[in-house]
């Protein structure tokens, strides 16, 4: 323990309750007379001084309850100050506790190794309070800033783990909600780039009670958690809706009305709509503010611009989710995509709809494979800054089969 330090003259007897908040001094001279003198100019300055020795009884009294500062003669029996400050620092990992040597060398070789060995400041003999003062004064403004520094990082990496987990949950229901419930085929081709853990872009797909096909490729505004939530609200009204027979230009006109009763104002959802019949031969189409659907038909090709407001913009009754209508042939294929697939940039190049486009056209068998890679290519050594997604879709005859036991639930 420390021994309390003597009362000033002109300040009020402590009653014991202040005590405990003093700063606390551990001086090591050999010299008796230069501990005494120390003590006092300490104690005169409000500090709790323990004096010690020598070196090794410093390392061990530091070992034992670290104070605030150090101050340590050079020469001393047993293990002199340059071996002490060594050892403290070593012992002291992160915590930070000022060193300040006293030395009675002035050449700039011993001053010199007193930084060198792990000291932050020294003062030389005679003592002058005046310096003293001042020189620890400052020492203990940055001793306090390190203090904070990692109390701040303690609670950030405390704040860090709280986040992970919250995370973690959030991303088991997204997979839950999203990912495991959509209806996977193989004329069905995504590509689902995030830009950070939350995806803000959603790819919905789902087989009718009919046999047909519903996917919904939406765009929330942002990115990140905040629009990964609203992917939670779409997804559930979609899959469920669809699950019970309801058309395609239904289920959007509950999502606006859902988004827009939820959202906060200036959220909304930029998205497409495809609805494909069982027999492969009528495709029904919706844009609210994504880049123009292209379709690759044998008989011609076409693209549709947005036509609509994102989901959430408006109220129910100016929202307008009607459907365009086209009749496709077997194999005719159709892209849905984000704005942030032709807007991806590499210093001043953008990747742009004419690059998409002509992967389109080339038709290799495997457009999203090329697309893929051409894109990695691209955006290589490049961070990503918005969230890419493609779905491409083949009409084929006999899409969906949906169990007897759903049809069942859907009648």
């Excluded at 047993?78 to 050892?87: E, L, P, S, T």
């Excluded at 009763?261 to 009528?282: D, H, I, K, Q, Y």
């Excluded at 879709?393 to 007897?404: G, L, N």
Aim: some cysteine.
């Amino acid at each position: 323990m420390f021994p309390t330090a003597p009362a000033r003259a002109d300040v009020p007897p402590s009653t014991g309750s202040e005590s405990v908040s003093l700063r606390r001094v551990l001086i090591a001279d050999d010299d008796r007379v230069s501990r005494m003198l120390l003590t006092s100019m300490f104690a005169q300055q409000g500090y709790q001084v323990q004096a010690v020795e020598d070196g090794a009884q410093a390392v061990a009294a530091f070992e034992a309850s670290p104070p605030d500062l150090i101050a340590l003669d050079v020469n001393m029996p047993v293990m002199d100050g340059y071996a002490a400050a060594q050892a403290i620092r070593a012992n002291a990992c992160a915590r930070f506790v000022p060193i300040i040597f006293i030395t009675a060398a002035t050449d700039e070789a011993s001053l010199a190794r007193c930084i060198a060995s792990g000291g932050d400041d020294f003062l030389s003999k005679p003592y002058n309070s005046v310096i003293l003062r001042a020189k620890v004064d400052a020492l203990l403004r940055i001793h306090d800033l390190h203090e904070t520094t990692c109390v701040q990082r303690d609670a950030l990496a405390r704040y860090q783990q709280r986040i992970d987990r919250e995370h973690e949950f959030a991303q088991h229901i997204f997979h839950t909600v999203v990912e495991q419930r959509a209806w996977l085929s193989p004329n069905i081709r995504r590509l689902l780039l995030p830009s950070s853990t939350f995806n803000g872009d959603v790819v919905l797909t789902a087989a009718t009670p009919a046999g047909g096909v519903h996917v919904f490729v939406g765009d929330f505004t942002g990115h990140g958690l905040g629009a990964a939530i609203g992917t939670l609200l779409v997804a559930d009204l979609f899959y469920s809706m669809t699950m019970k027979g309801f058309a395609l230009g239904e289920i959007l006109i509950e999502l606006n009305r859902k988004l827009k009763s939820t959202l906060p104002t200036g959220m909304f959802c930029a998205g497409a709509a495809l609805s494909l019949n069982a027999e492969a031969s009528r495709l029904c189409l919706w844009n609210g503010g994504l880049p123009d659907l292209l379709v690759y038909s044998r008989a011609e090709n076409y693209r549709l611009p947005s036509q609509h407001l994102p989901l959430g913009v408006v109220g129910s009754q100016e929202f307008d989710g009607c459907m365009e209508s086209f009749p496709v042939g077997p194999n005719d294929r159709v892209y849905l995509y984000t704005d942030g697939l032709i807007e991806a940039q590499v210093g001043a190049t953008i990747y742009g709809q004419e690059r998409l486009e002509a992967l389109v056209n080339a038709d290799s068998g495997d457009c999203v494979g090329e697309i893929t890679a051409d894109l990695g290519a691209f955006l290589t050594g490049v961070e990503q800054a918005d969230d890419i997604t493609l779905v491409e879709v083949k009409c084929v005859r006999s899409i969906a089969r949906v169990p007897a036991i759903l049809t069942k639930a859907c009648a």
